[in-house]
């Protein structure tokens, strides 16, 4: 069974850092493309950044470049998502997810989803 579990989440003020985690049983990192994703409140599930499935290459959305890192240890079979120079903006749930196809930020081309957690950003 295909399961995730992410963890990271709290409370930052602007301009702090949190790394969030997640770690995955039941498949091999190897093999999936992966990703991670917010949703604010009263908003639509954004893509932030993502490892390609096919090539391994990292993509981030436009509000995130130069800010946060994607990156995974296959050893743990554990995906991680960097946060720096936290805004008010990223204040969200976040959620890991992955995908034997992903290759993009787009939410539908994943099958599989952690459980989401909340990053709060004060300003």
């Known amino acids: 069974e295909v399961q995730l579990q992410a963890s990271g989440g709290g409370l930052v003020q602007a301009g702090g850092s949190l790394r969030l985690s997640c770690a995955a049983s039941?498949?091999?990192?190897?093999?999936?493309?992966i990703g991670w994703f917010r949703q604010a409140p009263g908003k639509e599930r954004e893509g932030v950044a993502c490892?390609?499935?096919?090539?391994?290459?990292?993509h981030y959305a436009d509000s995130v470049k130069g800010r946060f890192t994607i990156s995974k240890d296959n050893t743990k079979n554990t995906m991680y998502l960097q946060m720096n120079s936290l805004k008010p903006e990223d204040t969200a749930v976040y959620y890991c997810?992955?995908?034997?196809?992903?290759?993009?930020?787009?939410?539908?081309?994943?099958?599989?989803w952690g459980q989401g957690t909340q990053v709060t950003v004060s300003s």
């Open positions: 039941g498949f091999s990192f190897d093999d999936y493309g």
């Open positions: 997810a992955a995908d034997r196809a992903a290759t993009t930020l787009w939410p539908y081309e994943y099958d599989y």
């Open positions: 490892v390609s499935s096919t090539d391994g290459s990292r």
